[in-house]
């Protein structure tokens, strides 16, 4: 649990929600329960964060005050939690949302393989293409020379010349590499430039990041609604936690047209937030007043087609960059060894 960040993961998040919750629901008073929590916490700075919580309690302020005197935390969790301390269903609050980080987490989590395996995929791939423009082709054209100085193909020519373009200004790359590098971190570690990276990653992979954003309303809602919250409410609390442009403008619409008094399941046909045997589902679900149960289904289905698109994009991507590999260090060699052999061949 890092104290410096700007806000917890959502795997500590998580995972603080969890824990607290077994120990509320013991009837353990919520002041011993982040005592229990902080000796138990296996770093300094998770120690120094709940021993701050604490004191804050101790003081007498409720538990939603003191997360947010810790500036970590989220304000939809302080916010969830201060209903449900009002309420008198924080545990019901807590578990709620430790399912709802935990399916953050997750989905987090798999893209984050998704994206590894093909980056490294490749630098391999550029790797290998620059030993052989920088290494090994420079060897055939000695080769040449000492044969008569047969040229080279014009593509062996052209990529040798590339690597030495690469060998003679190798610090400049380097520096632009690290600096793009540096660029990138730190757009990583602000708001701004994680909004952005996120409206990039949007309009790349649009599917995929329709299906998140759908499954980031359903947990919400789910959440929301099990918390004891009218769909109203509920809808307005969620409007703020769609980073997806479209999937807002959805909600936004949504909530106008149940302050204009529709019904909930029919505003979100016409708005379209789900459709098919998800919109089926809700309809029955509030029918019935099994909302939460529905919506914590529907976001468990999105997360597991969530995880099958990246899957299925792995599956794509893994062959296509290995053909290409193969396709671009055949075309260099064959480039270099025809040409040899042609000389091979005369001198026979």
Do not use: H, W
């Amino acid at each position: 649990m890092s104290k410096n960040s700007q806000t917890l993961s959502a795997e500590e998040l998580a995972a603080f929600s969890e824990q607290l919750a077994l120990t509320v629901k013991t009837g353990i008073p919520l002041s011993e329960s982040i005592m229990i929590l902080a000796e138990d916490a296996d770093t300094a700075a998770a120690k120094a964060l709940l021993s701050k919580i604490l004191n804050a309690l101790e003081n007498g302020k409720p538990l939603a005050d003191a997360l947010r005197d810790a500036g970590v935390f989220p304000e939809y969790m302080t916010q969830m939690i201060e209903i449900g301390e009002a309420s008198g269903r924080l545990d019901g609050v807590l578990d709620s949302l430790s399912s709802y980080y935990s399916r953050q987490d997750n989905i987090s989590k798999s893209i984050r393989s998704a994206v590894t395996y093909p980056a490294i995929m490749l630098c391999i791939l550029v790797a290998i293409i620059l030993i052989l423009v920088i290494k090994v082709l420079p060897i055939f054209n000695e080769v040449f020379n000492s044969l008569g100085g047969a040229p080279m193909s014009p593509l062996a020519a052209g990529a040798m010349a590339l690597g030495n373009a690469v060998s003679t200004y190798s610090v400049a790359i380097i520096l632009i590499i690290a600096a793009i590098a540096v660029i990138l971190i730190i757009m990583r570690l602000t708001p701004g430039g994680r909004k952005l990276q996120s409206r990039a990653s949007q309009k790349i992979f649009r599917k995929l990041s329709s299906k998140m954003a759908s499954g980031k309303f359903a947990s919400g809602m789910a959440l929301m609604t099990a918390s004891g919250l009218d769909v109203n409410r509920s809808v307005e609390m969620v409007l703020p936690l769609m980073d997806n442009p479209k999937m807002y403008a959805k909600v936004k619409e949504l909530k106008n047209l149940i302050d204009d008094g529709a019904s909930f399941s029919d505003s979100v046909v016409k708005t379209e937030v789900f459709t098919g045997m998800e919109a089926r589902m809700l309809v029955l679900g509030f029918k019935s007043g099994n909302l939460d149960t529905v919506m914590a289904k529907i976001a468990n289905g999105y997360e597991t087609q969530v995880d099958d698109r990246l899957d299925s994009l792995i599956s794509v991507i893994e062959p296509t960059m290995v053909a290409v590999l193969c396709i671009i260090v055949g075309l260099i060699l064959l480039s270099a060894m025809l040409p040899l052999l042609a000389v091979m061949t005369a001198i026979v």
